[in-house]
């Protein structure tokens, strides 16, 4: 089977076929290697109303089979394998996969991230029934709403702000007696009239079987149980990037997200990270697959200055 590739993206989300779109149509010989299916995270996002082209929105399914069709369409090619080393020095750079070793010219770090779970009995059959980690993507449903937000940086409190604007009322649900988040959240959310706050306090159980109905709150102070009845809960206590393949090789940020100048570009010439990844301040569909776009224009000049 072909092993040698100009470029080799590890991951097909929206990042990864984004770049796979841009290398086959510039004639690159392109292989995405995807451990599970084609999307990523679309596969999880019952419906996406903020991804421009689609002015009644598109489930995520039917928007990740077309991306990955496109890109398969100008030749790139998917091959459905983990990687699980990589030697990003070595000339090629070689990927490795429990099947066989590739040879890449380049590589393109696709490999997304997952929120962080609290962890809680039933949490993960009620995500997109209720439960939430992006508020910027499933606020909209919540119009009108009772919604808990779990948290207290800056992500719980620019959600729970986006929230005030959209839900009748916000309760933000946070360990400690103060925000994490920078100043800059403070007043807007401590003055929002539909905001309340539940401190030193955790989510402890959900309530629902086909749709969130509630949350158990216990204040860690006085071991108080709170049942709180609510339509959506986002939980904001973090992300947890799929960066390991790149430790030891690339820098990573305190957060675990692969070190970038601010574009695709990598500190190793020929590497790039693209999309919930990298460091990077918005991490939706639409700044994933501006990357993978980037990140195939610097490959070529890359390419081009290898060649000359
Ligand atoms: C519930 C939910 C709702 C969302 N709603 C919206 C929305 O409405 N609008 C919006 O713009 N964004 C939304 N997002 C965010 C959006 O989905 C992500 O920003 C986007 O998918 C990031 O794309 P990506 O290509 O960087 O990574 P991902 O989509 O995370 O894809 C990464 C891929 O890499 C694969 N992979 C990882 N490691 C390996 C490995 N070692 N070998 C091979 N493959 C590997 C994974 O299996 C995965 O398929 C939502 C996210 C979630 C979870």
Not at 20 to 47: D, I, M, N, P
Not at 62 to 85: D, W
Not at 120 to 138: K, M, N, P, Q, S
Not at 230 to 245: D, T
Request: aromatic share 8%.
């Amino acid at each position: 089977m072909e092993n040698r590739f100009d470029m080799i993206i590890i991951g097909g989300g929206p990042g990864g076929y984004s770049a796979a779109l841009y290398a086959a149509r510039s004639g690159l010989k392109t292989l995405v290697l995807e451990k599970f299916s084609a999307g990523g995270q679309l596969g999880q996002t019952h419906w996406i109303d903020n991804y421009p082209g689609f002015p009644e929105g598109i489930d995520g399914f039917t928007l990740a089979q077309q991306m990955q069709s496109q890109a398969h369409r100008f030749g790139a090619e998917t091959r459905y394998e983990q990687v699980i080393r990589l030697e990003l020095q070595a000339q090629p750079k070689r990927v490795h996969t429990a099947k066989q070793t590739y040879l890449a010219k380049t590589v393109v770090f696709a490999t997304g991230a997952n929120a962080r779970p609290l962890g809680l009995a039933g949490e993960e059959a009620l995500i997109g029934r209720g439960v939430g980690y992006c508020a910027a993507c499933d606020g909209m449903f919540y119009k009108g709403k009772t919604v808990v937000v779990v948290g207290g940086g800056n992500t719980a409190a620019s959600d729970a702000l986006l929230l005030s604007r959209v839900a009748e009322k916000v309760i933000l649900v946070h360990r400690r007696d103060t925000l994490r988040a920078t100043k800059v959240y403070h007043s807007p959310l401590l003055n929002a009239p539909n905001v309340q706050f539940r401190w030193d306090s955790e989510v402890v159980a959900l309530q629902g079987q086909e749709r969130l109905t509630g949350v158990t709150v216990k204040n860690l102070k006085t071991g108080g149980i709170e049942e709180i009845s609510c339509q959506g809960l986002f939980v904001s206590i973090g992300r947890l990037p799929n960066s390991a393949l790149a430790e030891g090789q690339l820098t990573l940020d305190d957060g675990g997200y692969i070190q970038t100048d601010g574009t695709p570009q990598t500190e190793i010439a020929g590497v790039y990270a693209v999309g919930d990844v990298r460091n990077t301040p918005l991490r939706q569909v639409v700044t994933a697959v501006a990357d993978g776009a980037l990140a195939v224009h610097q490959a070529e000049f890359y390419l081009s200055q290898q060649e000359s």
